[in-house]
C-alpha cells in the first residue's frame, strides 16, 4: 500500500512539473483574452464578476454591440467550445476494491451568444460509472437555451437542474470541488419525484434576474427528475438570493410537485402506487466569501409521500444539510493549494435513520484550469445495522 501511495505521489508531482508549463486557458478567457481567475475563485467555482457573465447570457455586461455567431469558420470565436477531461487514477473505498480510473470522465462543453438577446449552453458527458455499459456512457446531463430582455427578466427552457439558472455555488453539483456530492443535493429521501435528487436533470422553463437593487430570482414549473419527455409537469420551484452585504449571500429554494399514478420500485420490486405522491423541498442556504476564505451551507428539508411495500402511500419528512469550509492559498493571483472541508447529514425513514459523513479535500492548481486533488471521505456515524464506510480518491481534472 505505501509503495503504491508511493508511485501516486510521484505520477502527481511529476504532472505539476510538467503542467505548469502550460498556459492554456478555456474557451471564454480565450474570447475575452482574459484569465480564468476573472471569473472564477477556484474554477469551477464563480467570482461576483462571473455570477454576471454567467446572468447575463455568457458575456460581459461592459461590452456594447458583441459580435454573435455569423461565421460558422470562426464558430469558436463567437460561440466558445471546451473540453474537460478527468482522471481519477487511484480510487479505494473501504467497502469495495481498488479502482484505476485512468480516464474516468470526458465532457465538451458549448456556450455563448446566438444573438443580441439569446444564449445558449450545451454538455455531452461521457464517463465510466455505469458498470453494465462497455466503455464510457454517453449522455446529455444539460441543454440550455435563454432569452435575455434586460437584467432584471430573462427567459429560459432548459435540459438540467433546477438551479441551473442559479450563479450561487451552494446547491451546483457541476462547481463543487469535491468527488462527492453534497448530501441535500444528492439524496432521494423517501423516493418521491421518480426517486429525484436536486442534482438530477428534468425539463423546465422558468423566469430568472435581477431586481430590488440585486435581488435574485429563479421561478418556473418542471416535470419529474431524469424524465427527458417532461410528461406531467406538475413540479413549480422558486430560487430566491441576496448579497445583505458585499460577498455574504442568503437565499431559499423551494420545491412543490406531484408524482402521478405510476409503477415504482420498492426494495427493487415494481409496485403500481395507489394515488398521486406529493413531494417537497424546503432549503435555506448562505455563501460567504472573506478574503481567501469561503465557507457555504444549506439546509433542506424534505416532505414526501412515498409508497410501502402494499403500494399504499404514506407520508414521510427528512432533514439534510452540509457546511462546507475551503481556504484558497494565492500566488500571481490564483489559486495555487485549497484545502476544504465539508461536513454532511442526512435522514432517511422518516427520520429513523440518520448519516453523518466529513469529507476531507486537499486541491492543488497547476494552472487555473488545470488542478489535482486528494480527497478522503469518510461516513462515520449510521444507524444501528447499517455499515460505516471511508474512501479515498486521486483525481486530476483540465480544462481547455
Known amino acids: ?191 418521491a419525484d421518480q426517486n429525484g435528487r436536486l442534482r438530477d436533470s428534468r425539463q423546465s422553463l422558468s423566469l430568472f434576474g435581477r431586481a430590488f437593487g440585486g435581488f435574485f430570482y429563479n421561478v418556473g414549473y418542471a416535470g419529474l427528475a431524469s424524465d427527458s419527455e417532461g410528461a406531467n409537469p406538475n413540479t413549480v420551484f422558486g430560487r430566491f438570493a441576496y448579497d445583505i452585504m458585499p460577498n455574504v449571500t442568503v437565499g431559499l429554494l423551494a420545491v412543490q410537485g406531484t408524482w402521478e399514478d405510476s409503477l415504482v420500485y420498492v426494495d427493487d420490486q415494481l409496485v403500481e402506487m395507489i394515488g398521486d405522491a406529493d413531494y417537497s423541498r424546503i432549503s435555506f442556504d448562505t455563501q460567504i466569501e472573506l478574503a481567501n476564505f469561503r465557507v457555504m451551507g444549506v439546509y433542506v428539508q424534505a416532505e414526501d409521500d412515498f409508497v410501502s411495500s402494499n403500494g399504499v402511500l404514506d407520508e414521510g419528512e427528512n432533514d439534510s444539510w452540509y457546511l462546507q469550509g475551503q481556504y484558497m492559498f494565492m500566488q500571481n493571483n490564483r489559486p495555487t493549494f485549497v484545502p476544504m472541508v465539508r461536513f454532511d447529514s442526512y435522514e432517511k425513514k422518516d427520520g429513523a435513520e440518520e448519516y453523518k459523513e466529513i469529507t476531507l479535500n486537499l486541491g492543488y492548481y497547476f494552472t487555473e484550469n488545470i488542478r489535482g486533488y486528494l480527497e478522503y471521505w469518510d461516513r462515520y456515524d449510521v444507524p444501528a445495522g447499517k455499515s460505516e464506510d471511508s474512501r479515498f480518491t486521486v483525481q486530476i481534472e483540465a480544462i481547455f
Not at 30 to 52: D, M
Not at 104 to 130: P, Q, R, Y
Not at 169 to 185: C, E, K, N, Q
Request: proline share 4%; glycine share 6%; hydrophobic share 35%.
Open 1 to 191: 500500500m505505501k509503495t503504491r501511495l508511493f508511485l501516486l505521489a510521484s505520477v502527481c508531482l511529476i504532472t505539476s512539473i510538467v503542467s505548469v508549463q502550460s498556459h492554456a486557458i478555456p474557451a471564454f478567457a480565450r474570447k475575452y483574452n482574459t484569465a480564468c481567475s476573472a471569473c472564477h475563485t477556484a474554477w469551477p467555482q464563480l467570482n461576483e464578476s462571473g455570477r454576471k457573465f454567467k446572468e447575463a447570457g455568457y458575456r460581459f455586461a461592459e461590452i456594447k454591440g458583441e459580435k454573435t455567431v455569423s461565421d460558422f469558420l470562426h464558430w469558436d470565436r463567437y460561440f466558445p467550445t471546451s473540453a474537460m477531461v478527468k482522471s481519477r487514477p487511484y480510487d479505494k473505498k473501504d467497502s469495495g476494491d481498488d479502482k484505476n480510473r485512468a480516464i474516468h470522465e470526458i465532457e465538451i462543453m458549448v456556450a455563448g451568444s446566438l444573438s443580441n438577446n439569446v444564449s445558449a449552453f450545451f454538455e455531452l458527458e461521457a464517463e465510466d460509472e455505469d458498470v453494465n455499459a462497455r466503455g464510457f456512457e454517453i449522455g446529455i446531463p444539460e441543454a440550455v437555451l435563454s432569452y435575455h430582455v434586460n437584467e432584471t427578466l430573462n427567459f429560459q427552457a432548459a435540459w438540467g437542474a433546477l438551479t441551473f439558472a442559479d450563479p450561487y455555488d451552494t446547491y451546483s453539483d457541476s462547481r463543487r470541488l469535491t468527488r462527492g456530492h453534497a448530501t441535500p443535493v444528492d439524496q432521494r429521501f423517501e423516493g
